[in-house]
T-cell receptor, first 113, second 114 residues
Framework: ETGVTQSPTHLIKTRGQQVTLRCSSQ?????VSWYQQALGQGPQFIFQ???????GRGNFPPRFSGLQFPNYSSELNVNALELDDSALYLC????????????FGPGTRLTVL | GESVGLHLPTLSVQEGDNSIINCAYS??????FIWYKQESGKGPQFIID?????DKRQGQRVTVLLNKTVKHLSLQIAATQPGDSAVYFC?????????????FGKGTKLSVIP
């Protein structure tokens, strides 16, 4: 086990709704990265938070946003859900000191109907 | 754009045999590479990593080889066991706009035949 936890495990929403996903990082890690994994694909980088600031973003629209809290836990918010947002959402924590191993949580399976 | 990819999408091996999973990368500036194992319904699990100043690294039953000349990465699993059945991803960690983000390939599904 990595010590990275995510909630909820599964979630079903309808198109147009908003969703918040949560992640608790491994003890001692100050960096959280979020990834979207569509079925049968590799994870795609959404964004990264380092010491409560967004520290890089992938090719995702602004309706994907996030937060990192003083205890380094994090939230991913997605507004105006679309059917294509259905995926496994993964968070990964790391020490944040340059290129460093990212340890993943179990993910949240989001289904948009 | 630059990406990480895999040569073989599926691999079936007999229990006890050695497995080799290959990966090509195109970003010559990448200096850190990681292999992850992902079982069905779970998040990716770290297996082994290697930095660009090395060409081989060994772990327990696993070895990663890095050939920077041809930009090729491989994962060798010795004495493959049924519990090794999973999808394996190689990933490169690159710096983009200040963050260290992982770029994954599509994955190779390893099936172990008992």
């Amino acid at each position: 086990e990595t010590g990275v936890t995510q909630s909820p495990t599964h979630l079903i929403k309808t198109r147009g709704q908003q969703v918040t996903l949560r992640c608790s990082s491994q003890s001692g890690h100050n960096t959280v990265s979020w990834y979207q994994q569509a079925l049968g694909q590799g994870p795609q980088f959404i964004f990264q938070y380092y010491r409560e600031e967004e520290n890089g973003r992938g090719n995702f629209p602004p309706r994907f946003s996030g937060l990192q809290f003083p205890n380094y836990s994090s939230e991913l918010n997605v507004n105006a859900l679309e059917l294509d947002d259905s995926a496994l959402y993964l968070c990964a924590s790391s020490l944040g000191e340059g290129a460093d191993t990212q340890y993943f949580g179990p993910g949240t399976r989001l289904t948009v109907l | 754009g630059e990406s990480v990819g895999l040569h073989l999408p599926t691999l079936s091996v007999q229990e006890g045999d050695n497995s080799i999973i290959n990966c090509a990368y195109s970003n010559s500036a990448s200096d850190y590479f990681i292999w992850y194992k992902q079982e069905s319904g779970k998040g990716p699990q770290f297996i082994i990593d290697i930095r660009s100043n090395m060409d081989k690294r060994q772990g327990q039953r696993v070895t990663v080889l890095l050939n920077k000349t041809v930009k090729h990465l491989s994962l060798q699993i010795a004495a493959t066991q049924p519990g090794d059945s999973a999808v394996y991803f190689c990933a490169e960690e690159g710096s983009g706009a200040g963050s260290y983000q992982l770029t994954f390939g599509k994955g190779t599904k390893l099936s172990v035949i008992p």
